[in-house]
């Protein structure tokens, strides 16, 4: 019952995709800190190589870059894996991306760039990193599975992003099928759905109104997303298979 084991992640080895900023460099950071071995991947090499290269100060960190929206990368990505471990205990499918336009321009280009990063790749990344998870996984410490959703596939939202807000909640859903089959096999998949966190991507959001509308009258820190994380990748949340947390301090859940 002693906090230092219960949300230990000590000795496991991570796979964080989109690792090398945003919500998966929070997620990176706080596995890192603790004693995890993280490997990042993101489609731009620079920015992936110098993030693992000053995490590498707090532990050990590791960049293979890779586009996961196309499945010869996803195959390559999954093989440099292979190269270097037996098993791993965590992966986190974060990668992704958005796109906004009003209704009747909204292109296919739009649609296809993040449906098939947003969701497309989560379970075709889950799906060749299996047998990985799998070797990792025990009767009393499953592997896990973390899948980022959004608040967008919860809520409506009030932007006019389609094919992210279906992504999301693709995701989100998923997320529930995976549960189910993959449990018997000692894997343990779950979601987290973030709120507004200071990223690139959020960077063009009204960061102060939607400050003041969110119930606890601020945005997303990094501690709170790799508390999330932490969690859901420890012995704390054995028996928690299925579930979506939402992380956006009561801005879509209390609307």
Request: overall charge positive; some cysteine.
């Amino acid at each position: 019952m002693k906090i230092d084991q219960l949300f230990s992640v000590r000795g496991k080895v991570a796979v964080v995709t989109g690792g090398s900023r945003g919500i998966g460099e929070m997620i990176a950071r706080g596995y890192i800190e603790n004693g995890a071995k993280v490997y990042i991947t993101a489609r731009k090499a620079e920015a992936c190589n110098a993030l693992a290269k000053e995490l590498s100060a707090h532990g050990e960190c590791i960049s293979i870059p890779a586009d996961l929206s196309k499945m010869a990368e996803i195959e390559r990505f999954a093989k440099e894996i292979e190269k270097r471990e037996k098993k791993i205990d965590i992966l986190v499918n974060n990668a992704g991306a958005s796109w906004g336009e009003t209704f009747d321009k909204f292109p296919e280009e739009g649609w296809d760039k993040v449906i098939d990063l947003n969701l497309k790749s989560v379970f075709f990344v889950s799906q060749r990193l299996v047998k990985l998870l799998e070797a990792a996984a025990s009767a009393d410490d499953c592997a896990r599975i973390i899948n980022i959703g959004s608040i967008d596939g919860l809520h409506v939202s009030g932007i006019e992003t389609y094919s992210y807000a279906a992504s999301k909640a693709g995701v989100i859903h998923m997320t529930k099928m995976m549960a189910k089959f993959l449990a018997p096999r000692k894997i343990a998949v779950n979601a987290i759905a973030p709120g507004f966190f200071p990223s690139k991507m959020t960077a063009a959001l009204p960061f102060d109104a939607i400050a003041q509308a969110t119930p606890l009258k601020r945005a997303g820190r990094p501690e709170d997303m790799a508390g999330v994380a932490l969690y859901l990748s420890s012995k704390a949340s054995g028996f928690v298979c299925g579930a979506v947390i939402p992380v956006d301090g009561g801005y879509a859940t209390t609307a």
